[in-house]
C-alpha cells in the first residue's frame, strides 16, 4: 500500500509529489507529437527524430494488462535515438498501473503517461480512457500508485469532458483533483469526447474545440504545465498557442502526414535552434536504421509506411509515395527500391 489515497489527504499531505520534472522534459514539451495508435510506432518514431532534436514523442497507448501479462520486449523495446520519449499507459487499476510502471522503468522512458482521454469502445470497456473523466479521484488514485513506482515524471493527457458533462465544471475539478495526488503537467484535448455514438475518428472532428477553456485552465491553475491538442496543423498555430501563454502544443495527424510542415523547422522556430531540417537529409539518416531493421529480419513497409509524407507538396511526392505503397510490401524489398523511390522525387538545383 501506499499509505493513504490522495482523496482522504488535505493539500500537500498523504501522497507523493512528483518533483520528477527536468528542464529537458519541459523545454521538449513544448511542442509534442501526440500518441496515436497503430501510427505513432518505434519505427515512426526514429524518423520524427531525424527530422527533429527536440520534440517530446509518445508511444501508441499501451495497456497497463498487456504489460503486466504480455510480451514486455515487444511493447516496450525502443531506439536509443528516440529520446526524449513518453510511455502511453491505459488502465484504470492503480495497484496495475503502478506494476506496469515499474516494469517499464527498466526501458528508461523519460516520462509515463496516463491516457484519459481516447475514446474507442475498446478502450471503455477496459474502464480507461476517457471514460475516466468521469472518475477523477479514482485518476487521482491511480496517479498516486504510478508516481509511487515511477523514477520519471507522470502526466495525464485527457479531454475537457465527456458526454454531457459541462466542462466548465468538471475541467477544473478534475485538474483540481488529479494534481493534488502529484501530477504537475497535462495535456488536454480541447474536445469533449462522446463515449456513445461517435466512432474514434468521429471523436477527433466532430464536438468542437474549445480553445478558451484551456486557456482559461492556464490561468485558474498556473503551477501546472498544460499542453494544448485538438485540432492544431500547422506550425505557425503552435506557436500561436505559446506565445497566448500555454506551456507546450501537442500535434497529431499533422505532423504525421506532413512531417516536415509540422516538425522540420520546429528546432529553429520553438527552440531556436539550427537550421530547418532537410527532406533529402532525412532520407539519407533513415538509410542507416533501414539497413539494420532489414538485416534483422523486418520488412521495409514496416518503417516506410510512416515516411509516405516525407516530400508532402514537394514534386515527385506523388512518385515517392507509389513507388512504396506498391513495392515496400513485397518480399525482398530493400533499400534499393528505397533509392528508387527517392529519385522520384525533384532534388531542389
Known sequence: ??????????????????????PQLLSAARLSVAPMMDWTDRHCRVFHRMISRNALLYTEMVTAPAIVHGRRGQLL?????????????????????????????DWGYDEINLNCGCP????????????????????????????????????????IGVDDQDPAEVLPQFLQTVSRAG??????HARKAWLQGLSPKDNREIPPLDYPLVHRMKAEFPDLHLSINGGIATLAEARAQLEAGLDGVMIGRAAYHQPMDVLGAADAEIWGQGTPADPFAVAEAMKPYIDAHLAAGGRLHQITRHMLGLFHGRPGARGWRRVLSEGATR????????????????QPA
Open 1 to 22: 500500500s501506499h499509505g493513504p489515497g490522495p482523496r482522504d489527504a488535505a493539500p500537500g499531505q498523504g501522497y507523493v509529489v512528483s518533483m520528477k520534472q527536468t
Open 77 to 105: 523495446d525502443y531506439s536509443p535515438a528516440e529520446h526524449p520519449v513518453a510511455l502511453q499507459l491505459g488502465g484504470s487499476d492503480p495497484a496495475e498501473l503502478a506494476e506496469a510502471t515499474r516494469i517499464a522503468t
Open 120 to 159: 474507442s469502445d475498446r478502450v471503455q470497456s477496459g474502464a480507461f480512457g476517457a471514460v475516466l473523466m468521469k472518475t477523477p479521484d479514482l485518476v487521482a488514485d491511480c496517479v498516486a500508485a504510478m508516481i509511487a513506482a515511477s523514477p520519471v515524471e507522470v502526466t495525464v493527457k485527457c479531454r
Open 183 to 188: 501530477v504537475k503537467r497535462f495535456t488536454i
Open 331 to 346: 518480399e525482398g524489398a530493400g533499400l534499393a527500391l528505397y533509392d528508387k523511390a527517392l529519385a522520384c522525387v525533384a
